[in-house]
């Protein structure tokens, strides 16, 4: 089978929300707790899944995944109601192919003005060569 492989799924939120729910705006932020979570299982991310309200039966989410030998992770099942149209329908599904699904279970960062900058920069100037750094 080969080693662990992660599929990690963040959350497609609009910039606009950036003001009320900045964990849900920053993906990158969402894709690294999932890194971290990952790292500290010994499994590598080998997908990252940036969505919203996705059928839990569409072709990305199962696109070449093994049975048995692969997991998807969430940051949280707050991102996973976000980024799936359902979270119940999305888990039936993973435990009739034989997939684990996770949630990474740390803290969401608090967001201060200086990091919602960061991710406003990031996400409205990505065609004029910012890195997000």
Request: charged share 25%; aromatic share 6%.
């Amino acid at each position: 089978m080969g080693p662990v492989r992660v599929t990690a799924i963040a959350s497609l939120t609009p910039l606009e929300e950036l003001d009320t729910d900045p964990f849900l705006v920053d993906a990158r932020g969402q894709h690294a707790m999932c890194a971290r979570w990952a790292a500290e299982h010994g499994y590598v991310v080998t997908r990252e899944l940036l969505v919203r309200g996705l059928r839990p039966d569409h072709g990305v989410l199962w696109e070449g995944v093994r049975p048995g030998a692969d997991v998807f992770v969430a940051p949280s099942r707050r991102v996973l109601e976000h980024a799936l149209s359902s979270v119940e329908e999305f888990t039936v599904q993973c435990a009739r192919r034989g997939v684990r699904v996770e949630t990474a279970g740390h803290a969401e960062p608090s967001y201060d003005a200086a990091m919602k900058a960061r991710v406003h920069r990031r996400l409205s100037m990505p065609t004029a060569g910012y890195d997000g750094r």
